[in-house]
């Protein structure tokens, strides 16, 4: 392989990361290496738990300060956001605490963001628009799935777009990821399966990303495609996720389950934040916003039609991730074996087989392709060329349930 071809290496991560039972113990440490004043941004259903009150007594006792913003909405509008980067700013935080699914994380990030840098937020849509250090966020997911704990993302609904959209800078990654699979034990079924089938599809776009040329005398763009470091991440992830993603939906209070699926988001968060998402992305945004279903669900769904499509480039890959899948040997596995292995994931977890499931019309996919074709970032992660002809082929077999 030229050189000219040869993937880069590169990751961004927090300083910290912390995985295990347990793990939330370590907070007091680690929030008070950025100050006394915390910021805590968490989910409104944590209000009134042993989880939030715990926490905040374990905070206090050590003398921080802490200001509890559990105003956080779900697609996350940026009015919202606004209003509470002004709760924040009042507070005059030093560090901002995240707890909460990736609606939280990602709205912990925007604060933060806001905190330090003046509106409107606007100005900071797309990659590498934030100018500089954000106020620090410690992240402590509630779910395993978006990985948001060590991605540079955030993701936001304005009412001016039609889409939501993202803000992508290495200054938005959290400094410090702690990953207590004890916080996920009480994530009901549906929100444990859509989230951990999206990590799934974070592991196998990863891995499926197409070669950039990098430019190493210029800024780097946020997300590299193909990525060397990247690369045993997602495998990783997929050895978690595949034997364990079924049990943690069926057997809840399985603590084996509940680590191995959390340790696999974490892995594919860290693999797709320096890699990229691609096919599946760009067609759910639209998706989602046509049937205000779950982010996850729609991936998920996505994700069969997708390895369809990509295998002409991508076959020995998608074998790759099979083998992890499935703890077998590479020479038992292949692409066509691996895609059956993922619609039977999604059928036993309660993923929709077709887009009709999900409400979505024939007569709707060439806007749903329209759509899609505006999230040129994600596309060009893709490792083919993303025509229209090629989206609307994928989304086609999708609505009726067909492989290609």
Request: with cysteine.
């Amino acid at each position: 392989m030229p050189d000219s071809l040869s993937p880069v290496g590169t990751l961004r991560l927090p300083a910290r990361v912390h995985v295990g039972y347990g793990a939330r113990h370590q907070l007091p440490e680690v929030l008070a290496l950025h100050g006394r004043r915390v910021l805590a941004v968490v989910d409104p259903f944590l209000l009134g738990t042993p989880v939030l009150t715990e926490t905040v007594d374990r905070l206090t006792a050590v003398g921080l300060e802490l200001h509890v913003h559990a105003d956080v909405t779900p697609e996350l509008p940026v009015d919202s956001l606004v209003a509470g980067a002004e709760v924040a700013r009042g507070f005059g935080a030093d560090v901002v605490l995240a707890i909460g699914g990736g609606s939280a994380l990602d709205a912990a990030k925007v604060l933060a963001l806001l905190c330090t840098h003046e509106g409107p937020l606007s100005r900071y849509y797309g990659e590498n628009q934030v100018p500089g250090p954000v106020l620090p966020v410690v992240a402590v997911p509630t779910t395993a799935g978006t990985g948001s704990e060590v991605t540079p993302v955030a993701v936001v609904s304005d009412p001016d777009r039609e889409l939501k959209v993202g803000i992508s800078s290495p200054f938005l990654v959290p400094v410090a990821a702690v990953v207590d699979p004890e916080l996920t034990l009480g994530a009901p079924a549906p929100v444990t399966a859509f989230s951990g089938i999206d990590a799934l599809v974070h592991a196998v776009e990863s891995y499926t990303a197409r070669f950039l040329e990098v430019d190493w005398t210029s800024p780097l763009p946020v997300f590299t495609g193909r990525n060397a470091l990247a690369e045993p991440l997602s495998l990783q992830a997929a050895a978690h996720l595949g034997p364990w993603l079924p049990v943690a939906v069926a057997q809840p209070g399985n603590r084996v389950a509940r680590e191995e699926v959390a340790r696999g988001a974490l892995l594919a968060g860290v693999a797709f934040g320096s890699t990229g998402t691609h096919l599946c992305h760009a067609l759910q945004y639209p998706i989602g916003a046509m049937t205000k279903t779950p982010h996850g669900l729609g991936t998920g769904l996505l994700l069969p039609y997708v390895m369809d499509a990509v295998r002409p480039v991508a076959a020995d890959r998608l074998a790759a991730l099979g083998a992890a899948l499935e703890g077998i040997a590479p020479a038992e596995s292949s692409a066509e074996r691996t895609r059956a292995r993922v619609a039977e994931m999604n059928a036993a977890i309660g993923v929709p087989a077709d887009l009709a499931a999900i409400g979505i019309t024939r007569d709707q996919l060439p806007r749903i392709v329209e759509l899609g074709l505006r999230s040129a970032r994600l596309l060009a992660i893709a490792p083919v060329d993303p025509t229209p002809e090629l989206l609307l082929d994928v989304l086609e077999h999708a609505y009726a349930g067909s492989a290609s």
